[in-house]
T-cell receptor, first 114, second 113 residues
Framework: DVKVTQSSRYLVKRTGEKVFLECVQD?????MFWYRQDPGLGLRLIYFSYDVKMKEKGDIPEGYSVSREKKERFSLILESASTNQTSMYLCASQPASGGTYEQYFGPGTRLTVT | AQSVSQHNHHVILSEAASLELGCNYS??????LFWYVQYPGQHLQLLLK??????LVKGIKGFEAEFIKSKFSFNLRKPSVQWSDTAEYFCAVKGGGSYIPTFGRGTSLIVHP
């Protein structure tokens, strides 16, 4: 079974803090994604990575950056957290070939910025 | 750019009722289609998927979906829902040549026992 784990289930940070959200997958998938999930807005893509050190901006990258130094690990960074970044953050992985490109999701990190 | 529309944002049913959740997409080329489900407190997981072949696909827990190419639709159905089907359901579309799916806004389903 594919397993995607996220470093925290719940996180509370103060405005202006630097926040690191980490995601690890154990299936050697090439592609990894960070989404934020807000009620009524569905999943919105923040960043996508298709290989180590490779990344692409998604639909809402402003205020976020990412790091992928190892294939299995994809980190989301909030350089200076703001209250409008309070949300549920979901990480996903996906094989780049040989499959149907379904995504495998982690349990999510619910971030509250006060 | 592709887009996905889920018509029902909130659906409330009694147990044993039939379910149909609408999903329409806009994309002119080859598509892969997915329904994901998120049960309360659990992670998002794949319910079913269409890749090619038979347009009627069956997923887990008695769910099925039909791909109607002429209508750009991929509606989710279940003949008789259970209380345990209470969850949020997301339709997603991936256009050919891209790894990145587009998700709909989700439908919250509540099933009363």
């Amino acid at each position: 079974d594919v397993k995607v784990t996220q470093s925290s289930r719940y996180l509370v940070k103060r405005t202006g803090e630097k926040v690191f959200l980490e995601c690890v997958q154990d299936m050697d998938h090439e592609n990894m994604f960070w989404y934020r999930q807000d009620p009524g807005l569905g999943l919105r893509l923040i960043y996508f990575s298709y290989d180590v050190k490779m990344k692409e901006k998604g639909d809402i990258p402003e205020g976020y950056s990412v790091s992928r130094e190892k294939k299995e690990r994809f980190s989301l960074i909030l350089e200076s957290a703001s209250t409008n970044q309070t949300s549920m953050y979901l990480c996903a992985s996906q094989p780049a070939s040989g499959g149907t490109y379904e995504q495998y999701f982690g349990p999510g990190t619910r971030l509250t910025v006060t | 750019a592709q887009s996905v529309s889920q018509h029902n944002h909130h659906v409330i049913l009694s147990e044993a009722a039939s379910l149909e959740l609408g999903c329409n997409y806009s994309y002119g080329g080859t598509v892969n289609l997915f329904w994901y489900v998120q049960y309360p407190g659990q992670h998002l997981q794949l319910l079913l998927k269409y890749f090619s072949g038979d347009p009627l696909v069956k997923g887990i827990k008695g769910f099925e979906a039909e791909f109607i190419k002429s209508k750009f639709s991929f509606n989710l159905r279940k003949p008789s829902v259970q209380w345990s089907d209470t969850a949020e359901y997301f339709c997603a579309v991936k256009g050919g040549g891209s790894y990145i799916p587009t998700f709909g806004r989700g439908t919250s389903l509540i099933v009363h026992p």
